[in-house]
Every structure is written in C-alpha cells, then in structure tokens.
C-alpha cells in the first residue's frame, strides 16, 4: 500500500510516515518548505518533495498510485481548498487523519497500546516512559510530539510489544485509540475551537477512558472528571512519598516521572529503585526546560498550568545560585488569550522582570480582537515588573546583558517558526 504524507514535516505527521514505514508501507510525502524535520526524513530514506501543488501529487500519483492520504488537521481546518487534497478527493483516494492510519497500524502489528494524555504534561511523560523501556532494553513502538535527544520522535522497533502515544485531544484526535493502559496527566480546558465548552472537553476525556481497558490517574482527575472509583482506574496520589526521592528539578517533572515509573514497573517488573536511578538520568526533551546557552533555557508553555509547572521548575533551578528570574513570555494563539487571560493572576509569581512578545498567531479567527501585551500584561499580579517586549535587536541587548549578570533567562512561549524559540536559537545556538 502507497501512502501518502501531506506535510509531512510537521510534528505529528512525520513521526507517523517513518513508523508507516517500518510497518512496511510504501511511503511518500510533501511539503511547503525544507526543515529540520524533512532533513532527518531524508536521512531516513523516505521520499518527499517540496512544494505542495496539484501538478506534483498527479505527477507521483502516475507514476506510484496513492492508495491512502493522509492530512493534518492544519490543512484541512485552514485550507479546505489544498491543491493536494483536492486531488486526493477527485481521484477516489482514501484519505484521513493521522489518527486513523496510526490507529491500524497499531491493530495489525497487534501491539497493546500506552496512551498518555492531558493538557499538559503529556509530552514529558511520555518521553520518560520511552527513555525508561529503552534502557530497559525493551523494544516498543512509540510516537511523540516533541524532538527527542535518545530516539527518533517516531519509531517502530523489531519485535514490539508495546506502542507509548502521545494521545492528543486536538480534533477528538485521541478518541480513535483504545489504550490497554491509558495515562492522564493534568487536565484544563484547551483547545476552545474543538471544544467550545469546560464540559464538551471533559465529556472527550470520559470517552477515551471508557475506551481504555485500564487508567493510571492522579485523585485530583478523577474528582476534577467527576468519574467514580472504579476497578480499571488506578489512582495515585500527588503525595505519595517516593515522588520526593526522584532527583529531577521541579515538582510537575518529578510527578510526570512518577506516573512514567509506575508504568515501566507494571509492564517489566523492574524494582522501583532501579527505576527511579534511570529516570533520574533522563535527558529532557526539546523546549521543556530545554538549556540552549548557559543560564538560557526554553519552556513550551502555553496554558496557565504549564506556566505555573515552568516557573516552579525554574525557581527551583535558580534557587541555590541565588539568581534573578527573567522571564520571555511569547503566548500561543490569540484565540487561547480571550479564554485564559482571566487566569494568568500568579502565573508568573517569582519572576524579577518579565518581557512579554507579541502572541503567536496560528489557527486564528479573524473576528477575535488582536489582544496586544498592553492589554494582556494587566491580568497579571505582578505586572509592576513586566513590559511589552519585541523579537528585536533592544530584546537581544537586555538578553544578553541579564547573562552576563548571571540571571537565569527562560522563555515561556510557542514553537516553530516565527516563534521567540526559533529566534533565540538563531542567535544562542550553533
């Protein structure tokens, strides 16, 4: 079977074309632009092109039949009209979402199914529990959606037993799995496009764990779903004291660690010690606390509950050095703003200056007022030490100044590209 990948150079949809094709598919794929992520693809074998027009896919079609096509949800909200999809659907190919490929897969290669899912914390711990089982020297399948240092995001090793998913709520996309264990890490009302109401996105996260054969919960879910105690629900708590023996800075990091743990001890057996020895070597993960220079780290948070984990992750870094606590605040969607601006209050608590950058704008609808940092720092109670800021040559100046006082600079913002992220490796990273 041909299947196809358009843009295939993103997070979600790379990973998957190189799992396809250690499934044994025939793989292909296109792109607007070269990246990072078309370069490692091309290092991997699978072919692509660049430039995403109707002339091109008929050309590959005639020579290759497509039998599957397969879209993000980028292009199918944002661009209903995209020349390749519109050829897809003229000449009678399956097309879907990545969800329902990775879905089958998942079935024919008959692998039990690690689902991580939550408005945050999700990526971490589901990089934890792959570092764990690679360590382990278990083969698993698994895909992510964050760059990792130890494995490809997206992978399929010989002899799998297991596949650990990052199951995002994005486009109901996780409801199409049935985890044999599902994992829920921390849940707050997101994504208010696909889910327009607080219940709307609580009644999905009670479907997919109707879907799950088992659930690992923290209580604070549980109560926060209204779900009743059940036998296929596990539920931990915040607590409990071997959470506090795990080394790895910050409290949100050691719990996500501690729900990684509980499953790497379930499916293999391993003592917790040795366990919570080898999570403690854990090398992060693109953009989660990620250091690109000394003393210069980047945090992909975009809601108030990721923040608050950010800031307590990187107070208690600075701490012992007695450092200043500068904050870059680069928010995420302009949408998102309109819904969370009300809850921002002590999310920057600590800090000792804050720049905040226009927001990143992806998604958008066009009838929702452009909330500016004027407007928004406000919301904050601490806004007597932040400021309007731009990705500009002044910002780069004050940067490199707060480093060499030996403050600790952390950006809390968005990525790809256009971001404060892209724009501080462009000018910290070699």
């Not at 899912?117 to 792959?130: L, N, V, W």
């Not at 690679?134 to 895909?143: A, E, Y």
């Not at 764990?209 to 596990?234: C, D, I, T, Y």
């Not at 009838?367 to 910002?395: R, S």
Request: some cysteine; overall charge negative; glycine content about 8%.
């Amino acid at each position: 079977m041909h299947i196809f990948f358009s843009g295939i150079g993103g997070g979600g949809v790379g990973p998957l074309a190189q799992i396809a094709k250690q499934a044994g598919y025939d793989v292909s794929g296109s792109d607007s632009q070269e990246s990072v992520n078309t370069a490692l693809l091309k290092k991997q074998g699978i072919d692509f092109y660049i430039g995403q027009t109707a002339e091109s896919i008929a050309e590959l079609h005639a020579r290759k039949p497509i039998d599957w096509f397969v879209v993000s949800s980028a292009i199918t909200r944002s661009n209903p009209t995209h020349p390749e999809l519109m050829f897809a659907k003229s000449h009678g190919v399956k097309i879907s979402l990545r969800d329902e490929l990775l879905s089958k897969i998942i079935t024919d290669q008959k692998l039990k199914l690690i689902g991580i899912a939550g408005t945050h914390g999700k990526s971490t711990t589901t990089a934890m529990i792959i570092w764990l089982f690679r360590q382990l020297g278990v083969p698993i399948g698994h895909s992510v959606g964050a760059k990792l240092s130890f494995a490809p995001m997206g992978d399929l090793q010989r002899d799998a037993k297991y596949f650990v998913y990052e199951c995002d709520e994005f486009d109901h996309n996780f409801l199409a799995f049935h985890p044999y264990w599902a994992i829920i890490t921390g849940i707050a009302w997101d994504h208010h496009e696909i889910f327009p109401t607080r219940d709307s996105y609580i009644s999905a996260y009670t479907q997919f764990l109707n879907q799950s054969k088992h659930a690992l919960m923290w209580r604070e879910e549980v109560e926060h779903l209204g779900l009743e105690p059940a036998e296929k629900f596990e539920i931990i708590s915040t607590s409990a004291p071997d959470i506090d023996r795990i080394a790895l800075p910050g409290d949100y990091n050691r719990q996500d660690a501690w729900q990684a743990i509980l499953i790497a001890h379930k499916f293999t057996k391993t003592p917790i010690d040795e366990l919570i020895t080898i999570v403690d070597r854990f090398p992060g993960l693109k953009q989660r606390m990620e250091l690109l220079a000394p003393n210069l780290y980047s945090n992909y948070a975009h809601t108030p509950e990721k923040i608050k984990g950010g800031m307590l992750t990187a107070l208690e870094l600075a701490k012992p050095h007695n450092q200043k606590l500068i904050i870059i605040y680069e928010p995420l969607t302009n949408r998102r703003q309109h819904y969370v601006k009300d809850e921002y209050k002590d999310c920057f608590a600590g800090a000792d200056r804050i720049y905040w950058v226009p927001t990143y704008l992806a998604r958008e609808d066009p009838d929702l007022k452009l909330l500016t940092p004027e407007e928004l720092i406000p919301y904050i109670k601490n806004n007597e030490v932040a400021g309007p800021a731009k990705l500009d040559d002044d910002l780069l100046a004050k940067i490199k100044q707060h480093l060499a006082q030996g403050d600790m600079v952390v950006l809390m913002g968005a990525s790809g590209g256009g971001s404060a992220d892209e724009w501080l490796r462009k000018h910290f990273v070699s």
